[in-house]
C-alpha cells in the first residue's frame, strides 16, 4: 500500500521571541514538519520584472487573494504560531497587516464574495477542513466579527478546499476528497483511486445542491471561473510526480465538457484569469526539480497562455518559485513564494532548522504545555531539557544529496543555537535517535528507513561525544529498528522480526542495554511497529497495523504481564495513528494522526507523502477523544514528549 507508517521533518520548541516567563523546567512536545523554509507575499505587475515582496517576517505567509474593488488583499499567516487569515490594504507592507480569525484551528484559502462584504475560506474549527463564510471588515476591524463566522459545508470523513464564488455570487465552486475518500475506503484494489485525490464540484452559494464535476480518476484543484461565469478553468495531475497526464483544463459548465488549455504533460496548477481573458498559472520546471523519499525540491515558474491554449509565454522563471497567482483589474499578480531565510539557524547543507516563530502553548491538565518546531528527522529531548537531538536528515537519494555524506546525529540548545554534528555513521543512515537521561548514551537505527522485513538494519548505541558505537542487534537478523530507552538506561525497546513458517513478521521485542536478554513482546499475525517505554518501565505503546480496514492503531500493554495482549489506547479504530511517546509522567501519549485529514489538496500541501499527519495526544485509559495540538496543512510527524529548561 502506498500510505506509509512514517512522518516527516522536525518541528521543535523555540523560545527565541517568545515573551512568555517560564518557570525553571516546562513540559514539551517536539515533532517532525515538511513545512516549506518560508513563503512571503509577492505582488507582480503582469509585465513588471520585478515582483514586490511585501510580506517580511520569519513566518509563513501564503494564498492570497484580491477583494474586488482592489483596495484589500487577504492572505494566510502562521507567523503567531498558527495558522489565521490577515488583511492587508492594497500598497501596504505587512506592519500594518490586520488579524482577522484566531481560532485554534486552520483557517486558510480566503477569496472575496463579488461585492466584498464577505470571504469565504477554508477552516477546520470544526473538525475536517470544511467551507465557512464571514464579514469582511478589515476597514473597522472588531473581534465580534469572527462570531459571526459560521460553515456553509461540515465535513466528518474528508475535506473541502479553496472555495471561489461565481461572478453573479449566486454558486460556489471548490474541491473536495469526498468521493475518493469513499472509493479508496471501499474498492482501493480496484479502483486504485488514493485519498488524497480531489474532485472539482460546485454549490449553491449556502453550500447546499453540491455537485461534482469531475471523475475521481485524477487530482482536480482550484477552481477559477471566467468572467461571465459559464467555464470553469482548474488543474488536472496524478499524485505520481514522475509526469502522467496533467495540465489546466477548462469545462464548459452549460455542455459538461472539459478540454485542455496546456499540453497535457505538464504539471501546472492554479490557473487564474485576467481581464483580457488570458490563464495565468505555475508550471514546474522538472529540468530543475529533484526528489528525494520524504522531499521533493521544487522550481514553479509562472506562465500564461490564451484561453484556447495556442500561445504560452513565461512571465517568471522559477528563480523565486511562485504559486497561487491572483490577478485584479489593474492585471496586478499576487502570488507567494520562497522569501528570504538568511536570518534562520541552518543545517549543514543550508536548509533552515529552527523557527522561533513556531512557539505555541496549550494547557493540559491545567498544565502549560509548549510545542513548536525544527527541520531535522526525528527528534528527542535531553533529560536536562537542554538540548534537541535528532537525525539531520539531508536526504541520501539525490547526486548532491549524496555529495555530502551520511546525515549526521546532531544536537542544539532549545532555542536552535550551538547547532553540532555528534557522530557520523558509517554503516548507513542513524534515524530515531534517542539519548539515556544521563546523556551518556544514544542509542539509534542505522540502515535503509522504509525497508522489508528481511532486509538488515540494526540498533546501535554511541556515547554522547560520538566515540565507542557498539551494534547491539548485530546477531539478530532481520529489521531491528524504532529504539526507545528505559528511564533508568537499562532496557531498549524496539521493532524487530519473527520468523514463523518461513513468513517474517515485525514484532516488538525488549533488551538490555546491552543487547543481550531479548524477549519478544507480541505475538500476532499483524505486524506490530514504533514502540516506545514508559517513564516506570511497566508499559510499552506500539502500533499495530489493521489492512483489512486500512488503519494503523496505538496499542498499550503490561511489560511483565504475560497474559496482556495489548490494548488499543482509542476506540476509534479506522484511522492511522502512528508514533505514540509517553508523557513525562506516564499519564498520556503523543502521537500521529491522520484524524484530521487534509487541509489542501495534495500538489498545494507541497507533494509531501502524508500531507495529513498532525500531532495528538490521549490520555490512556480515558473514554474522552485524543486532543489535536497541530493544525496546518504540511505533514507532521514524529513527536517526542519531554521538558524543556529555562
Not at 486552520?106 to 472575496?112: P, W
Not at 468521493?179 to 480531489?198: G, L, S
Request: with cysteine; net charge neutral; aromatic share 12%.
Amino acid at each position: 500500500m502506498r500510505l506509509l507508517p512514517y512522518l516527516g521533518y522536525i518541528i521543535l520548541i523555540l523560545l527565541v521571541g517568545s515573551s512568555h516567563k517560564l518557570p525553571t523546567r516546562q513540559q514539551a512536545i517536539v515533532y517532525t514538519t515538511l513545512q516549506p523554509e518560508q513563503y512571503d507575499i509577492f505582488v507582480l505587475e503582469e509585465n513588471s520584472t520585478l515582483p514586490k515582496r511585501i510580506t517580511n517576517h520569519q513566518g509563513m505567509d501564503y494564498n492570497a487573494s484580491f477583494s474586488p474593488d482592489n483596495k484589500w488583499l487577504v492572505y494566510t499567516s502562521e507567523h503567531n504560531g498558527n495558522t489565521d487569515l490577515f488583511a492587508l490594504e492594497n500598497g501596504e507592507t505587512d506592519e500594518k497587516s490586520i488579524r482577522l480569525t484566531t481560532d485554534k484551528g486552520a483557517d486558510d484559502q480566503a477569496s472575496f464574495s463579488p461585492d466584498g462584504k464577505q470571504i469565504v475560506f477554508m477552516s477546520t474549527r470544526s473538525g475536517n477542513a470544511s467551507i465557512w463564510i464571514m464579514p469582511f471588515h478589515a476597514a473597522s476591524p472588531s473581534s465580534k466579527t469572527e462570531l459571526e463566522a459560521k460553515p456553509l459545508t461540515e465535513t466528518k470523513q474528508y475535506g473541502e478546499f479553496n472555495p471561489v464564488f461565481s461572478p453573479d455570487g449566486e454558486q460556489l465552486a471548490f474541491s473536495s476528497n469526498q468521493a475518493a475518500t469513499q472509493r479508496f475506503k471501499y474498492k482501493a484494489a480496484v479502483d486504485q483511486v488514493w485519498p488524497d485525490w480531489t474532485d472539482i464540484y460546485v454549490a449553491d452559494k449556502n453550500g447546499k445542491n453540491i455537485r461534482q464535476l469531475t471523475d475521481t480518476k485524477a487530482i482536480y484543484g482550484s477552481p477559477c471561473w471566467n468572467q461571465n461565469g459559464t467555464n470553469l478553468y482548474y488543474y488536472k495531475d496524478r499524485s505520481d510526480v514522475s509526469g502522467k497526464i496533467g495540465g489546466i483544463m477548462v469545462m464548459d459548465l452549460a455542455r459538461q465538457k472539459a478540454t485542455f488549455v496546456t499540453d497535457t504533460l505538464s504539471h501546472a496548477f492554479s490557473p487564474a484569469i485576467n481581464s483580457g481573458n488570458e490563464v495565468v498559472y505555475v508550471q514546474r520546471d522538472d529540468s530543475l526539480t529533484t526528489r528525494s523519499h520524504r522531499r521533493i525540491n521544487q522550481y514553479f515558474y509562472l506562465a500564461k497562455t490564451d484561453a484556447k491554449g495556442t500561445k504560452k509565454i513565461i512571465l517568471k522563471t522559477a528563480n523565486i518559485n511562485y504559486y497561487h497567482p491572483k490577478i485584479n483589474a489593474q492585471s496586478q499578480i499576487l502570488l507567494h513564494g520562497n522569501g528570504p531565510i538568511e536570518r534562520m539557524n541552518k543545517k549543514s547543507n543550508g536548509e533552515t532548522f529552527a523557527r522561533p516563530e513556531t512557539i505555541r502553548e496549550v494547557t493540559v491538565d491545567n498544565e502549560k504545555l509548549l510545542i513548536g518546531g525544527v527541520r531535522g528527522y526525528t527528534p528527542t529531548l535531553t533529560a536536562d531539557g537542554k538540548e534537541i537531538i535528532s537525525a539531520e536528515w539531508i536526504n541520501e537519494f539525490t547526486p548532491y544529496e549524496k555529495s555530502l555524506g551520511s546525515s549526521p546525529i546532531v544536537t542544539c540548545d532549545v532555542n536552535g543555537k550551538n547547532y553540532r554534528p555528534l557522530f557520523n555513521s558509517k554503516n548507513g543512515f542513524a534515524w530515531t535517535p534517542v539519548i539515556t537521561r544521563d546523556k551518556k548514551w544514544i542509542i539509534f537505527a542505522s540502515g535503509a528507513r522504509f525497508a522489508g522485513a528481511e532486509q538488515k538494519v540494526d540498533i546501535w548505541k554511541v556515547k554522547y561525544d560520538g566515540t565507542a558505537p557498539v551494534n547491539l542487534t548485530g546477531s539478530i537478523p532481520g529489521n531491528n529498528a524504532f529504539p526507545d530507552v528505559s528511564y533508568d538506561g537499562k532496557w531498549i525497546v524496539f521493532r524487530g522480526v519473527r520468523n514463523e513458517n518461513g513468513k517474517d513478521n515485525k514484532e516488538i521485542f525488549l533488551m538490555d542495554s546491552e543487547g543481550e536478554n531479548v524477549r519478544q513482546m507480541t505475538h500476532t499475525p499483524e505486524t506490530e511497529t514504533m514502540p516506545a517505554i514508559s517513564p516506570d518501565g511497566k508499559w510499552i505503546a506500539y502500533v499495530r497495523q489493521n489492512p483489512l480496514i486500512h488503519s494503523m492503531n496505538i496499542y498499550v500493554q503490561e511489560i511483565n504481564n504475560p497474559t496482556d495482549k495489548g490494548v488499543p489506547l482509542d476506540a476509534v479504530m479506522d484511522q492511522y495513528d502512528m508514533h505514540p511517546r509517553f508523557s513525562p509522567d506516564g499519564k498520556w501519549i503523543v502521537f500521529v494522526s491522520n484524524r484530521a485529514f487534509m487541509y489542501d489538496e495534495w500538489p498545494l500541501c507541497g507533494f509531501n507523502p502524508q500531507p495529513y499527519g498532525e500531532v495528538f495526544i490521549k490520555k490512556i485509559g480515558s473514554k474522552q477523544p485524543p486532543i489535536q495540538l497541530t493544525h496546518d496543512k504540511w505533514e507532521d510527524g514524529m513527536p517526542f514528549w519531554g521538558y524543556y529548561a529555562k
